[in-house]
Structures are given as C-alpha cells and as structure tokens.
C-alpha cells in the first residue's frame, strides 16, 4: 500500500498539530488559573508601594494596605518597622509613624523622614488601619519645604508572570509564523 502523503494528510497533520498546541495552552491556562484563586496570607492585605519625592530627602518602601502595628495611640498615631525603607538611595532600616488629622495628619519615621504635616494616609481605627491609595501633599514642620507621596498598588508576582507568560506566548507565535 503507498504511503498517503496527499493533501488530505497534511491536512491532518496540521490539524493534529494545533490541536497539540490548543491542549499545551489549555494546560498551562489551568495552571494560572489554579495558582490565581490560592489564597494570599489572609491579614496581608495589597501591597503597596511608596514614593517620597520633591524636598531633600527623597525615600521609597513597600507596605501592607491592611498593616499591623507594633505601636499605638489611639485616635492619634500608629506605628509600623519598616524593613524596606531606601531613603536617599541607602537601604535602612527604621520605624515609621502614620498620624490622624487630630494631630495634624502625615508620617514621619524616626530616624531618617522629615516630620511631614498634611493629610491623613489611612482610614479606620489606629489599631487597624486601612492605607490610602493616590498622590499626597505634605510639608516638612521644620524647614516648610514640600513633598509629595505616591502610594500605588505593587504588582502582585502572579501579574508579572501572567505578563511575561503572554509576551513569550506572542513572540513564539510570532517566530513560528516567520518561519512558515
């Protein structure tokens, strides 16, 4: 009997191989997806991120919009440690303090921030505070210079690898369509 290479074959071929590829993406969909609905550790909270800019002192760090602080006062101020803190391109660590608008609103840390007035970055009790997303505006009670902080949601490491999941997606489909 003759081998069938005609164009039904290659027909099939084809349609064997995308079939292969359709079940390779199914599977790898089903694995995001799986990993996507595990739970976060239950009192973490977003992440969010936090950058200082525009008087001398420039600092960024990273926290929990559902914090849990070492220290409070109640109706006046928290506190959180601060392992993350980058003040002025230097990597230290310090305590950082949240304060209500009963006491004039802002954040200030002990060591290496400025004493900043403005507004209150949170919402809720002082013993369970829920951080405030956006852009703040603040001053410096010392020296009256003005700052700006930036408080924006972190991408989660599942956005990342979704991200470059779908970008190594298109450049193989692109490399394949190049090569037909």
Sequence with gaps: MPANNGPRAIHLALENNAMNRTL????????FTIFATLPAKADSGQTLDYTLS???????????????????????????????????????????????????????SVTYLPDLVGVQLYSG????????????SFTDELTGNSYTLNVTPAPEP???L???????????????????
């Design 54 to 108: 525009g008087g001398p002192v420039s600092a960024s760090w990273t926290m929990s919009q559902d914090p849990t602080p070492f220290f409070v006062e109640d109706g006046t101020v928290f506190a959180v440690n601060s392992t993350d803190l980058v003040v002025d391109g230097s990597s230290v660590q310090d305590i950082i303090c949240f304060f209500s608008m009963s006491d004039w609103g802002g954040v200030n």
């Design 125 to 136: 009790p002082e013993d369970s505070p829920t951080m405030l997303t956006g852009m703040f």
């Design 158 to 160: 599942m956005t990342w």
């Design 24 to 31: 390779k993406l199914g599977a790898v969909l089903a694995i």
């Design 162 to 180: 979704l991200l470059a999941s779908g970008l190594s997606a298109l450049a193989l489909k692109r490399k394949k369509a190049l090569a037909n």
